[in-house]
Each structure stands twice: as C-alpha cells, then as structure tokens.
T-cell receptor
C-alpha cells in the first residue's frame, strides 16, 4: 500500500518568513495530492491540491510543487502570518477505484508575531 | 448549510458502554469515511464506504462497526468502549474516492471515563 512521509513534524517561523513542508510517497501510481490545514479544535480543510498532470500550482501565498520522478511534493507558504499557525497534512491517493487517501503524520506550523 | 454534519459534538461515557456517532452529508458525494485522531494529531482511517464497497482498515477492532442506511449517512457504532478509544472522530465525504478532496465534519470528541 501507499506510504506517505511528512517532514518536519514541527516548524517554527517568524511572521513574514516562508515555510516549506515536504512529503514523499511510495506508490508511483498515486496521482492526486491534497493538502489540508487544521486549526486548533477545528476540522481539517483543503487548502490546495495538485494532480499529477501538473508540476506546480499556486493560490495567493500558497503553492504546491510535485516531482513525480522523485515521488515527493511540497507545500510552500510565503509571507507567513500568525493565522497560518495550524497543523498541515499532506495526502496521496489515486483515481480509478476505491482508493483511500493516505495521510502524512502532520506538521505543526507556528508563526511567531 | 453544513456540508458534513456529525452528532454529537461531545460524548462522555463510561468504559464498557456502547455508543453511536451519526454523520450526514448533503453534498451528494458517493464516498464517506471515518477517521480517528488521537492526541498526537495523526489522522487514522478507520473505514471507507460507498454504495458498492466497504473498506475496513484491518487494524480497527471489530468493536467498531459502520452502518450506512443510505448514501448520505454513515454512522459509527462502538461496542464495549475502552479507555484507548478516547479521541476525536471525524466523518468525511468525497466524490470519486481517491481523486477528489475530502470534506470533513466538525468532529466528535469522545472521552471515556
């Protein structure tokens, strides 16, 4: 089955800095890679996703890059703000059947004002 | 309108009791899921269910059983509750399992006394 490794487990940055969270996956057939943000006491919510037909996707301060050859993908947050503080989860899955997304173990991002 | 709703939000009960958590989605999705999130924040998949197939994570004890009266509902029944069952349980749904984002409910915090 799929295995997703996520690093780092904790990331502390100053407001305005950039933050990068990296994930690797094992199943070369995986073709869908979402990222979820979970604020304290809240539910996980999708913030950005990427499919394997593209290498990069951007949405304002958030971007995701995908390297299918190396089987890794990354979340980039620029100009971090205190409200970016949360746990971020990456996931990998595939289309065509009853495949369940495999989640990374999460990264706790702390943005210091 | 809440897309994925779960009840109750909090559940406090004694060890050995049987309890159920209800989940409903109004998104018209064909796949629903149950996740367990422990104190370390790891999102562990318990079940995935669509009209055709129930996928059970083999590490889930058989005290846990999903029940789906129809496509919009997936309830979780737990028998003989144990201390280790204390966690937050999230219901989620998606269209086209594996290739579309998941929408999560607000979670049910289960505490075993």
């Amino acid at each position: 089955g799929e295995n997703v490794e996520q690093h780092p487990s904790t990331l502390s940055v100053q407001e305005g800095d950039s933050a990068v969270i990296k994930c690797t996956y094992s199943d070369s057939a995986s073709n869908y890679f979402p990222w979820y943000k979970q604020e304290l006491g809240k539910r996980p919510q999708l913030i950005i996703d990427i499919r394997s037909n593209v290498g990069e996707k951007k949405d304002q301060r958030i971007a995701v890059t995908l390297n299918k050859t190396a089987k890794h993908f990354s979340l980039h947050i620029t100009e971090t703000q205190p409200e970016d503080s949360a746990v971020y989860f990456c996931a990998a899955s595939r289309s065509g059947g009853s495949y369940i997304p495999t989640f990374g173990r999460g990264t706790s991002l702390i943005v210091h004002p | 309108d809440t897309a994925v709703s779960q009840t109750p939000k909090y559940l406090v009960t004694q060890m050995g009791n049987d309890k159920s958590i209800k989940c409903e989605q109004n998104l018209g999705h064909d796949t629903m899921y149950w996740y367990k999130q422990d104190s370390k924040k790891f999102l562990k998949i318990m079940f995935s269910y669509n009209n055709k197939e129930l996928i059970i994570n083999e590490t889930v004890p058989n005290r846990f059983s999903p029940k789906s009266p129809d496509k919009a509902h997936l309830n979780l029944h737990i028998n003989s509750l144990e201390l280790g069952d204390s966690a937050v349980y999230f219901c989620a749904s998606s269209q086209e399992s594996g290739y579309q984002p998941q929408h999560f409910g607000d979670g049910t915090r289960l505490s075993i006394l």
